[in-house]
């Protein structure tokens, strides 16, 4: 009988103190996960004194963490704003439709979910086998601009994370030439609402460690058929290996897209380059023409491309 009992202290030692492990870490998530939000909504304005934020609540990871920070921010916020979650039912095939509205009313949030058959008229206007990704954004961008103005929202949140913003600015640049990415804040194309991403700083590794610790009612994104937009996902692919290899890399990316210097780019509209001319005055911020790189992009420019390529 003492050989069980000491055979079995041991053990549950090693689970009282994985459980505490687990405990903090997921303390200090939150924690990480508030603070990004917090300092992404200040540094951009997002959010102001009696704001009504439209959250679009898609049913995937990425928007249940945003709604779920945005009200833990609410609680203690400096200031006054109210939520209200969205969801867009689009009618595909299998949605479990029951599944928001249940999760919304529990959590206590004021919501609305909006019936809308867009897959039909996607179906019908996309021949088969092509995306429908493309049709099915406008047509729900339309929609929801029209319910937060039936709703009197000031602010359209959307739940796209740093990997997002990283993922469309090489995007942009490897298929169409542009240096362009997800901006944390914008005015719609009707320029009648404002559009934010709180989770502008937030890496897409730390909302699926909280969706997993949240439990949410996690729904697919494939119920339409629509196959994943293949650039996008060798693109995602090729940032993981970027982490995984070379930790820091990504988060050095994010920061570059806040640290832009026009005259050091090939964009006249945006310098003057055609109006330079010498000015005798030295500047400590100019540019060290002759001075050697201090870094060797060059080696890694071929895998790069091997990963985005395939």
Same mark, same amino acid.
């Given at each position: ?27 200090? *998530? ?18 102001? !004194? ?12 990425? =928007? ?37 509205? &249940? ?20 179906? &019908? ?41 990283? @993922?469309?600015?090489? *995007? ?15 005015? =719609? ?19 699926? &460690? ?16 629509? @196959? ?5 996902? @060798? ?15 990504? !988060? ?28 005798g005055v030295a500047d400590d911020d100019g540019d060290k023409a002759f001075d050697p790189p201090s870094f060797d992009l060059l080696s890694q420019a071929p895998a790069a491309l091997r990963i985005v390529q395939g």
């Amino acid at each position: 009988m003492n050989a069980v009992w000491i055979d079995e202290a041991p053990a549950a030692a090693d689970a009282t103190a994985n459980s505490l492990k687990i405990e903090r870490e997921t303390h200090k *998530l939150e924690k990480r996960l508030c603070r990004q939000v917090g300092q992404a909504i200040v540094d951009y304005n997002m959010i102001e !004194e009696g704001d009504k934020v439209m959250v679009c609540v898609s049913g995937g990871k990425d =928007s249940y963490a945003l709604l779920d920070i945005l009200l833990k921010l609410k609680a203690r916020a400096p200031i006054h704003f109210d939520i209200v979650a969205v969801n867009l039912d689009q009618k595909q095939p299998g949605f479990p439709e029951e599944v928001l509205p &249940r999760y919304l009313s529990d959590l206590g949030v004021d919501f609305h979910i909006e019936n809308q058959d867009t897959y039909s008229i996607v179906k &019908r206007v996309i021949p088969e086998g092509k995306t429908t990704c493309g049709l099915c954004s406008r047509l729900r961008r339309g929609i929801l601009y029209r319910v937060a103005d039936e709703l009197g929202a000031t602010k359209v949140a959307l739940g796209h994370h740093r990997d997002d913003m990283l @993922q469309t600015f090489f *995007l942009n640049m490897f298929f169409a030439g542009k240096l362009k990415s997800m901006p944390p804040k914008l005015v =719609s194309d009707d320029g009648k609402h404002v559009v934010i991403r709180p989770l502008a700083y937030v890496a897409e590794k730390d909302t699926v &460690r909280w969706a997993q610790h949240r439990e949410f009612p996690i729904i697919p994104c494939t119920l339409c058929g629509s @196959q994943e937009n293949l650039q996008r996902k @060798q693109v995602g692919e090729m940032l993981r290996e970027w982490d995984k290899k070379y930790p820091g890399r990504v !988060e050095n990316m994010f920061t570059a897209l806040q640290n832009v210097v026009p005259s050091h780019l090939l964009d006249g509209t945006q310098h003057d380059f055609k109006g330079l001319k010498a000015t005798g005055v030295a500047d400590d911020d100019g540019d060290k023409a002759f001075d050697p790189p201090s870094f060797d992009l060059l080696s890694q420019a071929p895998a790069a491309l091997r990963i985005v390529q395939g």
